[in-house]
């Protein structure tokens, strides 16, 4: 296989770094997640460049700092810089209160304000002239997310031409919540623009390509399988499906390891050794974790023979603080927990333990591999990584996935999972009593199915097949040490 000279340059509204103050200084911390691990080898091998803004705002310039880090990390880091302005307008207003409650089906959250379009456009030039400026017309430049769906556009308003592909990392909604947006028409023209258009499942692209139907009538769709095209004014658009996921290999071997197990069983122990179901979310409306506290209300009602027997831990992961709605939600969660530990709680005994903090990457694991059922129901939800995290973690080979059927996940892991409606309370519960009285065998066919596929598509699957429909390339062709 020949190997490709050209330059990868993704594209992120936040740089896959963590800055942190020290004194007039700043540190630069390497970002987790399965993304990052993914495409950083890709990234130092081939030579590529890392374009997002760093969560700093105002006169603070950081490049630097990324400097140094990027000599260290072996691809280069480059900051879009963001006044106080344009991040109240094109992040916290365009992106987090139009696209993400609009696209999770959530309508009603959503403020139009005019101006938050217009920060938008800004802040997505800004992101074009950072792409035009870092590379050249031989580049594969992959944007990533919600935030930057006008980045193809951009670039061809400044006239600039790049290949470009572009990801969408949360659900796309079906025609009749899409044609609410009062900016439809442009955002499905700006997406037109890219060359290759990615999302999580099938569903998200039949609605992409229904709504491409409705607005622009003279586009034509071509082609079956996995990625399809769009044809329109001599122009071609890929549109395609890839499931994100993880590494599956990473969360398998730190579940191994002695610092997990032994961390597991000190969780173990604390918890007297009952049945664990666990829940993990960014703090968000889209999680459903209410509805998943009034699930497991009905269920200690409905099945008073596992009180005292299981109890659910529920981490939250605080998120988007400073964004109306998300502390009214957080005090909504507080006080149904405070209400089911009121009322069923025990000496000796709390049916849910609710933790509002970050934990460690090994921490988490460990919660993973003590946990008996996941829990995971959100409303909608683009994929849903913690669900197959908890199935790489599994070191028993009888957790029990219960999951939302409206997570991007439920689609290929349906033949593993208790498939829940997360709406239906008393569904849930049933689920989750139907996950305690299961038995071995069952609970054992079920994971190995889940593992079976999570190991097979896993993150290196994911950027390679994304990789090889945009630019028809693939992750071995960025390696040096291929041939
Ligand atoms: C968006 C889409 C899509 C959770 N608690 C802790 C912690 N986590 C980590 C998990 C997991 C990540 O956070 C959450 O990922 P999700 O996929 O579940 O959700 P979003 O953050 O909403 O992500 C989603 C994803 O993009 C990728 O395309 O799947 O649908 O909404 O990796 O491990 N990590 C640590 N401590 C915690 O307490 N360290």
Known sequence: MSKSSKRLVVVSNRLPIAL??????????????????????VLRDRGGDWIGWTGATGDVDVQAHLDTYSRKAGYNLVAVPLSQEQVQGYYQGFSNEVIW???????????????????????????????????DEDAYVWVQDYHLMHAAWSLKQQNHKRRCGFFLHIPFPPPDIFLKLPWRKQIIEALLEFDLVGFQTVRDRRNFV???????????LS???????????????????FPISIDFKEFQDLARTR????????????????????????????????????AMLTLYSKYPE???KLSLVQIVVPSREDILGYKDKKLKIESMVSEVNGKYSQPGWVPIHYLY???????????????????????KDGMNLVAKEYCACDVSGQGVLVLS??????????????????????????????AYVMGTDEKQTRMHKLKTIIRKYDIYWWVDSFLNAGFGTRLDDFRQDSV
């Open 259 to 294: 610092v997990a197990a032994d961390l597991a069983h000190q969780v173990h122990a604390a918890f007297r050794r009952r049945i664990l179901i666990l829940g993990a979310d960014r703090l968000d409306y889209s999680k459903g974790i209410p509805e998943r506290i009034q």
């Open 405 to 434: 059927e409206f997570a991007g996940a439920a689609a290929q892991l349906q033949r593993g999972a208790l498939l829940v409606n997360p709406h239906d309370v008393e569904g849930v519960a049933d689920a989750v009593y139907r």
């Open 357 to 379: 903090r970050n934990l460690s990457r090994e921490e988490l694991v460990a919660y993973y591999r003590v946990a008996a059922i996941a829990l995971v129901t959100p409303l």
């Open 210 to 220: 229904q709504c491409v139907g409705l607005l622009r009538p003279d586009a034509k």
């Open 101 to 135: 409650p609009l696209f999770h089906d959530l309508q009603t959250l959503c403020n139009f304000d005019p101006a938050f379009f217009q920060s938008y456009l800004e802040v997505n030039q800004k992101f074009a002239s950072a792409i035009a400026n870092q590379s």
């Open 223 to 241: 082609g079956r399988g996995q990625v399809v095209s769009v044809n329109y004014e001599q122009r071609e658009l890929r549109v395609g499906y």
């Open 306 to 308: 596992v009180r005292e």
């Open 20 to 41: 942190k103050k020290q004194g007039d200084s700043f540190e630069v911390h390497p970002g987790k997640g399965g993304l990052v691990t993914a495409l950083a080898p």
